[in-house]
DNA sequence: ATCTGATTGTGATATATGACACATTTTTTA
DNA sequence: TAAAAAATGTGTCATATATCACAATCAGAT
């Protein structure tokens, strides 16, 4: 009867090599209630991670792998609002800000995540306050990270935000000077804020 | 020797009508050592209150007001984020998220606001969960709100921008129909991200 | 009250960029 | 391996909007 759960590869919070900045200042007690409240699992690429709209029942942590966060705008115009690198979470604003979730979550290629229930998680944030710390420390650089790039981009040109993407790609998401993200020219104007063509256009002109 | 105290109007945080819903959660000692390390002061319009790019010292908190978040970018081009109101912190997200200030603060008339030692803030972030809690729940709605009228101004034209904008005054700042903000043309060009001349025309159209 | 400077409105113009159409290349499927 | 589908590149064109120039209006100071 205990097939299901020895089919699926228990993690273990405690000795978990990937834990976040914020799971890091838990205690044991605390470690254990989040390892009993949370399950790993494997997602191919492509497949839709978390949907906006609907209601936050878990927080998802990704601990290996690359993620598109994106809205669908008007016309079914999509915005990709950041690449999501390991270690990172997916929807904790929109865990505290609302009832919903706000954005859309795709696997860019195989990854290993771990779902949260979100009780346990706003329970361990009122009771410990070194780890709400981390929390917003957290939530606060993803903001200025990401509106700083967004208010980058209403402002300059073709050029200039491909620049910025590339460099933004490079240095914060890949840390390498000689990248492969598995982005298409599609998704990669989506993340611009340019049209598909344009952006052919100017990867052809920089080269 | 305590004239300077006394010639300024010494507020009491414990008594205090426009607590922000964080403050409210915290007990008499937290709301006694908050009082003790916080000030309240007196800002005339347009004055600006707090500059991007300085080292973090204090935490300002709007009692009464209405202040302009703004960041110069290119050229010296403005681009208001948002305006705040009454019972609002300015430069969370920079206090958490970096160590200097990023955006900067003008006050649209004139204002009451507090000034907080921001390493009491933290103190009592890490020793009182649901503090903590509350100011996550802030910086989230925050991030949420700005960066949908962000996206929103990225993927609409000039009359859907400046539609999006004054529904904005009008719902989430004044919350009424009919009402007056102490902006500029200039100004409100610069919230909606266009140019001072087109805001004129648009507004000559919809009238 | 009058002058001065700031703010705002309006017309003409240049241009960057989206959109369309279609060619070419790459990937997937059978 | 062939065929189909998807992704990508390129040329042309329409248009929305920034920019400039200047007129008109408003506000503050003397």
Chains 1, 2 share one sequence.
């Not at 949370?38 to 949907?51: A, C, M, P, Q, V």
């Not at 950041?82 to 696997?107: E, P, V, W």
């Amino acid at each position: 009867m205990y097939s299901i759960y020895e089919s699926t590869e228990k993690s273990n919070c405690s000795v978990c090599k990937d834990k976040s900045c914020a799971v890091s200042v838990l205690n044991e007690k605390q470690l254990g209630l989040l390892n009993n409240n949370s399950r790993e699992i494997e997602i191919k690429k492509g497949e839709i991670i978390l949907r906006s709209g609907i209601l936050n029942s878990h927080i998802i942590y990704l601990k290996k792998g690359y993620v598109k966060e994106f809205i669908v705008g008007l016309n079914k115009k999509i915005k990709i609002l950041q690449i999501i690198k390991q270690r990172s979470y997916m929807g904790l604003h929109s865990l505290f800000g609302d009832k919903i979730n706000h954005y859309s979550y795709t696997a860019l290629e195989d990854l290993k995540i771990c779902y949260i229930d979100i009780n346990v998680f706003k329970k361990l944030v009122k009771e410990n306050g070194d780890f709400a710390y981390e929390l917003l420390v957290y939530v606060c650089k993803d903001s200025l990270n990401n509106f700083y790039r967004l208010i980058n981009q209403s402002q300059k040109n073709t050029n200039g935000r491909f620049a910025d993407v590339i460099l933004y790609l490079s240095e914060n998401i890949c840390n390498s000077q000689h990248f492969e993200l598995p982005l298409t020219r599609q998704e990669l104007s989506e993340l611009i804020g340019i049209s598909r063509e344009n952006t052919a256009r100017v990867i052809s002109k920089f080269k």
